[in-house]
């Protein structure tokens, strides 16, 4: 996806485009490529590549979020800054906390944040079912992009979310998954709202935006083990 293509498939999604967001994006890649010869970020590194799989994929969100509004969005395992950052770019009213739990890729997030003079975002190191105790029902919207099985993401999260907020996951195909989450979403208070698949631009891979409510308080044993849900979820 060359920059004309990424202008065009933006607006198309009714997301405004200007020179500023558009330098703030080309100074975010460069910095991407820098830090990602020091850590581990993405193995996508081609210009286009990462215009298509990781900025125009992560603006897709706006499809179930109204981010032109002043709400609370939480990104866990927010890695290389995707969507967080590119969605604090596009969307400066949106209040931004990154989570991730490698130290060295929140350092990594924190200097992509200052160098871009980003406000109203910051990354933390923490895992993301500790960050929910001290963290209860804080967040309009959490988020996670490719991120753990929809159980445990779902889990780990439901906390830190107010009631009547939503987790929004990005995924590519996840019916599976969905199968397993179902019965386990109303004893965490949660309902699907929308499952929205469509494709991405020009390579045509499928994508799901995963929207679930939470309608009351979870009733879930909470806080499990890691290890315990990740057995549950591959049984």
């Given at each position: ?164 907020g939503s987790l929004v996951f990005m995924k590519a195909n996840c019916d599976e998954e969905l199968e397993r989450f179902i019965p386990n979403a109303k004893k965490l208070g949660l309902v699907i709202d929308n499952i929205n698949k469509f494709q ?36």
């Open positions: 996806m060359n920059k004309e293509e990424f202008i065009k498939e933006v607006e198309a999604l009714g997301i405004e485009v200007d020179d500023n967001k558009l330098n703030l994006l080309e100074m975010f890649y460069n910095l991407l490529i820098e830090w990602n010869e020091k850590i581990n970020l993405t193995t996508i590194t081609n210009h286009e590549e990462v215009y298509l799989k990781h900025f125009y994929d992560s603006l897709t969100l706006y499809k179930e979020i109204d981010l032109d509004n002043e709400i609370k969005l939480c990104d866990v395992g927010s890695g290389a800054g995707f969507p967080g950052i590119v969605i604090k770019i596009f969307f400066p009213k949106v209040k931004i906390t990154l989570i991730d739990s490698l130290q060295k890729r929140v350092n990594y997030l924190n200097e992509i944040i200052k160098e871009l003079g980003l406000t109203d975002i910051e990354a933390f190191h923490y895992r993301m079912e500790d960050y929910s105790k001290e963290h209860t029902e804080e967040f309009d919207y959490i988020t996670a992009r490719a991120v753990a099985d929809l159980s445990i993401i779902s889990e780990v999260s439901v906390r830190a979310l107010k009631i009547n991405l631009p020009i390579e045509n891979s499928n994508r799901t935006l995963i929207s679930i409510k939470k309608v009351s308080k979870t009733n879930s044993i909470y806080p499990r083990r890691i290890d315990i849900i990740k057995k549950e979820c591959i049984k």
